[in-house]
Every structure is written in structure tokens, then in C-alpha cells.
């Protein structure tokens, strides 16, 4: 059979790599690189050596991503258990946020929004209560704040 696979991102190289032993596979890749997010860099060390660092994925968890925890088990990728320590991001719009107690101008604007939504999903487990909305269609009709959707909720549901 002949399949066409599009990105060479984690997802198409895997799915490339299995479909390869009994199909004729074409993977189309618009960008210069193949890995997608995957990405190592070499880093200067003190030693005037070059260390590879791993910048475009940094943390599994074997519990939120089963199945490609399974495949770096199953293709020999060396892990190393790591204590999350939390993130903090600038993005482009100069918007910092953050996940360890870092305190931002951005955050102090959308830690209200923040307790609210988290005692909102809650309250949605507890009662076992379908939303039979879109996440976005939920948090304007509970009267979230754009800036609240674009920069805090939006990357933390895409990385899901």
C-alpha cells in the first residue's frame, strides 16, 4: 500500500517508522528539520566541550503520554527521573506565566480567574456533570477573560 504521512514530527516519524516495514511511505515535512518539538542542541560546556541538550521535549510523564513512554522504552530511549519543578514562560507578547510560584504582573491580572476555574472543574468531577460545551464556549459563558483563555488555558490544554 502507498501512504502518505504529514509532518515529521514525533508522531509521523513514529508512524513512518512502523507503516515502513510493509508499506511505501512518502512523509511530507514543510519545515527544515524533521522531530517537530523534538529538538537537541549542543550547548558549550565549561570544559570547552559541547553538551547535547534536549530543548524541544523535556519532560514525559509516563502517566499523561502511556503510549509514547512505551515507545521510548521500546526503541532504548535513555530517561532520567526528573523532579518538575515548575515553569515559567515569556511569550512574545511579553506575558509571563508560571507554575511555581514565581509571581508575574500576568499573574497577579489571572490568579483570580485561575482559583475559579479550578474550583469550577472540580465541582464539574465531583457531580460527574457533562459540559457538553467547547472549552472556549465554556469559559465565555462563565465570563473568563480572553487574555485568560489565550495565555493560560489554551497552553496548558494544547500540551494535553
Known sequence: ????????????????????????ITLYEAGARLGGHALTVHAPRSDGGLEPVDVGFILLHRDYSPALSAAFVALGVERTAARHRGLT?????????????????FARRVVGEARRLDAS???????????????????????FTDEFARNCVDPFVSVV
Do not use: K
Request: with cysteine.
Open 1 to 24: 500500500m502507498r501512504v502518505a504521512i504529514v509532518g515529521g514530527g514525533l508522531a509521523g516519524l513514529s508512524t513512518t517508522s512502523v507503516l515502513s516495514r510493509r508499506h511505501d
Open 121 to 143: 472543574c472540580a465541582r464539574m468531577v465531583e457531580d460527574e456533570a457533562g459540559i457538553e460545551l467547547s472549552i472556549g464556549d465554556y469559559l465565555r459563558r462563565e465570563g
Open 89 to 105: 514562560v515569556l511569550r512574545g507578547n511579553g506575558v509571563e506565566w508560571t507554575t511555581n510560584g514565581h509571581e508575574t504582573p
